[in-house]
C-alpha cells in the first residue's frame, strides 16, 4: 500500500483503509502520531493548485478540510 505524507506529522506513514460497513468512507491513519481522519468518497474536487481531481473532503475531530492527496495541500473549511 502506498503511503502519503501525514498531515500531522509530516511523516510518510499517513495510509487509508475502508470501512466494511459504510463504502463511501474511507478511513486514514497515521501509523507514526496515530492521526486519524475520515474521508467521504463522494465528495471529490479539482485541486486548484496541481489541477488534478485528486482533492478530497476530510474530517477528524476538530475540523472539516479539502486535503489533495497529490500535492498536498490543504484547505480548512470549518473548525468546529
Ligand atoms: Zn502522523
Ligand atoms: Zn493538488
Same mark, same amino acid.
Given at each position: 500500500?502506498?503511503?502519503?505524507?501525514?498531515?500531522?506529522?509530516?511523516? $510518510?506513514?499517513?495510509? !487509508?483503509?475502508?470501512? $466494511?460497513? $459504510? *463504502? #463511501?468512507?474511507?478511513? !486514514?491513519? +497515521? @501509523?507514526? +502520531?496515530?492521526?486519524?481522519?475520515?474521508? @467521504?468518497?463522494? $465528495?471529490?474536487?479539482? +485541486?486548484? @493548485?496541481? /489541477? /488534478?481531481?485528486?482533492?478530497?473532503? #476530510?474530517?477528524?475531530?476538530? /475540523? @472539516?478540510? !479539502? !486535503?489533495?492527496?497529490?500535492?498536498?495541500? *490543504?484547505?480548512?473549511? *470549518?473548525?468546529?
Amino acid at each position: 500500500m502506498t503511503t502519503q505524507i501525514c498531515l500531522k506529522c509530516q511523516e $510518510d506513514s499517513f495510509s !487509508w483503509s475502508i470501512d $466494511d460497513e $459504510d *463504502k #463511501l468512507l474511507t478511513q !486514514w491513519g +497515521c @501509523n507514526k +502520531c496515530y492521526y486519524q481522519a475520515f474521508e @467521504n468518497e463522494s $465528495d471529490q474536487r479539482i +485541486c486548484s @493548485n496541481c /489541477k /488534478k481531481e485528486t482533492e478530497s473532503k #476530510l474530517k477528524d475531530d476538530t /475540523k @472539516n478540510y !479539502w !486535503w489533495c492527496s497529490n500535492c498536498g495541500t *490543504k484547505k480548512i473549511t *470549518k473548525v468546529q
